[in-house]
């Protein structure tokens, strides 16, 4: 008794018992490989949180899809089972609808004016639209411009994707943007994709560069067209629980390290688009580079002004006229 006494002091006098107990470890996921552009958002943000909170704060992140895909992840974060996640925006719209207008196809003219709006403050104003749903946004971060990818054909007009049949994000607004285009939709989870193009149970998929090298569709997929029909945001969610318990100093912590983790993620989409087509190709993949992007944008009238009816064309123009 009198000897365990003495032992329990001198590690606590040592400080071990101390450290031991206040460190608290949270989870953080994608439903990506770690060696990719939200790897490298995750692996930064981990980091930096320990640094910042001098390890008293650990966070561990699980890539691929491990803990489940993204809306699940989602759906996690906001019940408090799972502290973070960074997610595309694909199935963001099913928890603060506000967020839907940005995956707007062809609103953003490149990566430079979707990051300008999305840090000023129409973004900033959307970030604080989670706080009542259950969640502290961090960040907005990075997935990239879309492009499509399928086995049967080269698409080089919208014309040449008809009947094409598509996995989508469970995302509204893709869903009825590719349809505009004579797409047939299949929503999916990102985690079921790779086998879903592998067996053919459906004919192709859109996504960034990054999340294509990353995925290795260029195992499974022949062809790849730069339509570049929409920009795909992606964010660090944190539970509203989980931040709330957080003193200021920590909080502050946290979301320095969401924007250090932002900027890796950003600098990692730029080289991925440097060096995707090359790669691509080098794999194997037929790729058309050159669209005539006013024929898609033109195919997608009607779906637009459907969108202009919903979002109102004023936020619409204030996106689009951003500088
Ligand atoms: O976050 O679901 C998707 O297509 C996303 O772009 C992918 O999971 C990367």
């Known amino acids: 008794m009198r000897l365990s006494k003495l032992v329990m002091g001198l590690f606590l006098a040592g400080g071990f018992v101390g450290s031991a107990a206040a460190q608290t470890t949270m989870r953080i996921s994608i439903s990506i490989a770690q060696n990719s552009h939200q790897g490298i958002a995750v692996d930064t943000f981990a980091k930096e949180v320990e640094k910042r909170t001098a390890g008293r704060y650990k966070v561990q992140p699980f890539y691929s899809g491990s803990l489940g895909g993204e809306r699940e992840s989602i759906e996690a974060v906001q019940l408090g089972t799972q502290e973070l996640t960074f997610s ?118 859109e996504n960034p560069l990054s999340v294509i090298m990353a995925s290795k569709f260029d195992q499974v997929q022949k062809h790849l067209t730069l339509t570049g029909h929409v920009y795909s945001p992606g964010i660090f969610l944190m539970s509203k629980a989980s931040f709330d318990k957080l003193g200021a100093a920590d909080k502050q912590a946290f979301l320095d390290a969401a924007k250090e983790g932002v900027k890796a993620n950003r600098a990692r989409v730029d080289e991925d688009d440097a060096k995707g087509v090359t790669e691509l190709r080098s794999k194997g993949m037929n790729v058309v580079e050159n669209v005539d992007k006013a024929k898609f944008v033109s195919m997608l009238a009607p779906v637009n002004a459907e969108f202009e009816k919903q979002f109102g064309k004023a936020n619409i123009e204030r996106i689009r006229n951003y500088k």
């Open 88 to 205: 595309s925006s694909g199935p963001v719209p099913n928890f603060v609808p506000e967020t839907k207008i940005l995956d707007i196809p062809f609103l953003f003219r490149d990566k430079a004016h979707a990051r300008a709006v999305l840090d000023g403050p129409i973004g900033q104003e959307m970030l604080a639209k989670f706080d009542s749903k259950g969640f502290k946004a961090l960040a907005w971060g990075e997935n990239g411009i879309r492009h499509m990818t399928n086995s049967k054909r080269a698409v080089s007009a919208p014309e040449d994707l008809k009947g094409l049949k598509m996995r989508t994000m469970e995302n509204p607004v893709h869903v009825a943007a590719y349809k505009g285009l004579g797409i047939v939709t299949t929503p999916m989870a990102f985690p079921e994709v790779f086998t879903a193009l592998q067996q053919g149970t459906v004919d192709g998929q």
